[in-house]
């Protein structure tokens, strides 16, 4: 599967240079971090996030990490936030393989919110709509493509063992 055509049409009309790497196909990011010998920090993984009121929100946070719910409530200024099912995925990504969406909300009609983390990263990795390829993207190009809300909502690796 090459990458997602929605999102090739964009960064190609924005003239956004990109790099698409190729990995076995694999399923968590840590996985897909490891396959493409990217760091887990400077992988995006996407979280879909639902509003009580039915709508949705796109969360991006490095590949180690959870998305820490109140946090984020605090950031939206929603109260009301639940993990979406991964059920509901195909719906509202038709044209991506379920769990590989890339990180491109307006794509989706969804508003993006990214972990604080990326900003401090030169570059950011992420998957291309499918579980056999990542797209290496400058993060600067990503933040004005996309124009997300910066935000700290996630609970790194370390703090999960100390809270678990």
Known sequence: ??????LKGL???QKVEYETLPHREVFTAQEVAATSHV???QLAKVV???ENGGGYLMVVLPAACRVDLPALKTVT???KLSLA???EFARLFPDCDAGAMPPFGRLYDMPVYVDACFPRAKDIFFQAGNHQEVVRLAYADYERLVG???GEFCLHEREKSISA
């Open 39 to 41: 760091p887990g920090r």
């Open 77 to 79: 200024g929603k109260r």
């Open 1 to 6: 599967m090459a990458i997602n055509e929605r």
């Open 48 to 50: 879909v996030v639902r």
């Open 85 to 87: 099912p991964e059920g």
């Open 11 to 13: 960064l190609d009309q």
């Open 148 to 150: 997300p809300t910066v």
